[in-house]
């Protein structure tokens, strides 16, 4: 049982209340959203928590980084020359942008795979002006254009390095997922086996983990030594250094992650996933974060990310500026005139 | 203030938990939602509620078969031969597709406006092949394909039935806004010139207003005799006519108010509003139906909305049938595969 291991690993920190992200309008509260949250530190201490950090959550994409470490770990990305931008791929939920696509392909040539091999499935970039210029040519998105292409390319290298068969390496049983699962046992503490288990948009088994023991991974990715084997340090290292060094790659043009990387640099290393989760490496701390909004809102999950970041005291008063409209989005009509915002409630101000 | 006037007019039923609305994958509830709602008679009776249903509740677009009353009353639609199809555009969330904004346009050339009249800004049709056509044609969308353009249309027709300058009726002060706060006041049974107030998404005044007062403003609209003025008594029923009559214009192409008024007919009159608002006027019971969910999400609002009709067995098994997938809808990934359900948890089944 995840929870009886999550026990067992963490030091609780008690019970708190979630945070509280609020959507205004005019001079009214008009939609409210709960917000799960753990920071944890590489020996398992719940620094904070906002709400109930012990049921299991999926990580969806927040955990790509965690899913990247075998890419490395393993040979393959020295043996296919996998470039620093390709590691941030491989961690990405991307918008689907030209250089996003054009690196995918470039890497799945090299290690003699096509687009054919992706077991992803396909869907219109997140970014309008792609999906527009895509239109405009009568192209369809392949599904090199799928937000996780770059996590299956570093799939696929994975599984070619070691002589695995492709086909079928999205599956739970296949060893690039097992492979995953055991990272993931290792890096949150937990046995994973009994698991609550689904299949994520992109075809990959998602694993229910502790929102508390989530944040414990994150915390041995940002302070790896001492906490995880050498090998793995290093990969660690490695895989935060990339998403540091290439916050578009992680994300694309208009995205929270990229937009908060780009400002505050490598001391923050975040990753969104769908259903409200969000989950950052905050290498300068040693500390690890993960959040999961209880109804699934992305808009709630980066606002409670920004603010962990300033509780944190993570964010200057210059970046605070300069994200501003990161951290608490206005609203706007259709005629662009603000309506509202999204903020953190009051009582979770400081 | 709007709660001790919902005392005066309400019947209170007592305190009782929101609808849970979950969202499952695998194995797991990954995402939750809470619905509060009111199910109310025309004399102000709770019939049933779930949540706090006293809060104010901004209604959005669920309430425009209500802001549509004046356009009937003043006579507008007389003077301009308004049609069933034109009356429910008036009462529309719409996709932009081209016949909602092939009708648009007509009328408003009948009432001597054109698209440079409407306010409601632009924004791309909800309808994902007529963003594409758009595209094709190399067009922009204007105002007439924003989802509120039969509004603000019927705004139009009716200022310039009555004289009003057209200019600025989106405007809180403008006679076509006090008209239809005079509107709601009369319906909600509240005075409303205190009540929370913001601006909407189209531009237009919203009035914060306390769910269960939502819920017997759409009883009164349907079952008006004896509880509205003639007048008001006559133009509702020609909106629930109107709208029973052209599911298709009130929403569109895969919308779940068209879905379920195509299939349930004339006794299930609904409309959705932005922020998981939906209403409903149910004319065979004579009640009227109000919801909230508190996060705003769309997808939990249209579920507890099936789960009231379900409730109030207003869906025989043949309909529960055919609106399966409307009503617990299936969450596919990438390749089409099912991954999950939205549904009502079972604590709200029965």
Chains 1, 2 share one sequence.
Request: aromatic letters at 4%; one cysteine or more.
């Amino acid at each position: 049982m995840p929870n009886e291991q999550a026990h067992s690993v963490l030091t609780a920190a008690g019970s708190a209340a979630p945070m509280i992200i609020e959507v205004t309008r005019g001079n009214m509260v008009e939609s409210r959203h709960r917000a799960d949250i753990a920071i944890v530190d590489p020996e398992g201490k719940v620094v904070r928590a906002w709400g109930d950090i012990e049921p299991p959550v999926y990580g969806r994409s927040a955990i790509k980084p965690l899913q990247a470490l075998p890419l490395i770990e393993s040979g393959a990305a020295d043996r296919f020359g996998v470039s620093t931008a390709e590691i941030a791929l491989a961690c990405a939920s991307h918008n689907g942008e030209p250089r996003h696509v054009e690196l995918v392909t470039a890497w799945l040539a090299r290690i003699g795979c096509s687009v054919g091999d992706l077991e992803c499935g396909s869907h219109a970039p997140y970014h309008e002006s792609s999906v527009e210029a895509l239109l405009r040519a009568d192209r369809k998105p392949d599904a090199t254009f799928n937000n996780c292409s770059g996590k299956h390319t570093g799939f696929l290298s994975t599984a070619r390095h070691l002589g695995e068969a492709t086909a079928g390496y999205i599956h739970y049983e296949h060893p690039v997922q097992q492979r995953i699962l055991g990272v993931l046992e290792q890096m949150t503490g937990l046995r994973l086996g009994d698991a609550p288990r689904g299949i994520d948009g992109c075809g990959i088994p998602v694993i229910g983990i502790p929102l508390g023991n989530m944040a414990l991974a994150m915390a041995r990715l940002a302070d790896p030594d001492d906490h995880v084997p050498p090998a793995r340090a290093a990969a660690a290292k490695r895989i935060l250094a990339a998403m540091a060094a290439e916050p578009f790659l992680v994300a694309g043009t208009g995205r929270f992650c990229t937009k908060v990387m780009e400002v505050v640099g490598a001391k923050v290393v975040m990753k969104t996933g769908a259903e409200g989760v969000y989950a950052a490496a905050l290498p300068t701390l040693g500390l690890g974060v993960a959040l999961k909004v209880e109804d699934g809102a992305g808009r709630a999950a980066e606002v409670a990310m920004g603010r962990v970041l300033h509780e944190l005291k993570l964010l200057n008063a210059d970046e605070e500026k300069t994200l501003a409209d990161a951290l608490t989005p206005p609203i706007r009509n259709r005629v662009g005139r603000e309506t509202g915002r999204i903020r953190p409630a009051a009582d979770d101000a400081s």
